[in-house]
């Protein structure tokens, strides 16, 4: 994280070209592009490598794990669509990038953080910073199930199968976002639960994310 919250027109002028670019990459959704254009992604680096905060790059953030791609970000975002009031479950904290961005759409976020490193981090930085969200330290892999059910789920590790303890935490008609395949590359998968004990699964595309660690992971 930069050491002054400062946020100008050169940051300004960067995220506005990072918007231009996700839009030519296919993101549509008005409201995530916003959202991108207004969170101060170099908030989250090291004033060193404030370079690389606009780039459509993921960027290591340590403990093995990354600040995720812009564009990935948008994607499984854009693929939730986040209404006010949404009570969102993230698995996998990481920076608080995703949540910051899913906070500035106007969900209620529960995110889970199994590194505590990264969870004693993002708790102190995210309300710092001016972002509000419910923090949790432990094994993402079987949600949070005292809070459930949720709105939406977004996964931001890569998982073997879509966990069914998530899906059992999510309210009829929510929405699970979550890339499931092998520890090299996974398809993003979008999982509509239809009512109590039926899901639709949608296919779409190829990403590549850290692999999801816990007891219901791999």
């Known amino acids: 994280m930069a050491h002054k919250l400062v946020d100008s027109y050169r940051e300004k002028g960067a995220r506005k070209k990072l918007v231009q670019l ?7 959704d008005e409201n995530v592009l916003k959202a991108i254009g207004k969170v101060p992604r170099h908030y989250f680096f090291d004033e060193t490598f404030w370079k690389q905060a606009y780039k459509d790059i993921a960027f290591p953030i340590g403990d093995g794990q990354t600040i995720s791609q812009p564009y990935t970000v948008a994607y499984q975002t854009e693929l939730l669509h986040i209404k006010i009031g949404d009570k969102v479950l993230e698995i996998g904290t990481g920076s608080g990038y995703q949540t ?30 001016g972002y509000q969200a419910e923090f949790f330290f432990g094994d993402g892999s079987k949600g949070i199930a005292k809070h459930a059910p949720y709105d939406k789920i977004i996964v931001t590790a890569g998982a073997p199968l879509v966990p069914e303890i998530l899906l059992k935490q999510l309210k009829i008609g929510g929405i699970l976002v979550i890339p499931v395949g092998d520890e090299e590359s996974q398809k993003m998968i979008t999982v509509l639960r239809v009512s109590e004990n039926d899901f639709e699964r949608f296919v779409l595309d190829t990403f590549r994310f850290v ?8």
Do not use: D, F, S
């Not at 996700?22 to 549509?28: D, S, V, W």
């Open 100 to 129: 910051c961005i899913l906070v500035e759409l106007g969900a209620q976020v529960y995110t889970i953080e199994r590194q505590e490193n990264l969870y004693n981090r993002t708790k102190q930085v995210l309300p710092h910073i």
């Open 211 to 218: 692999p999801l660690v816990g007891e219901k992971a791999w």
């Open 22 to 28: 996700l839009q030519e990459r296919g993101i549509a």
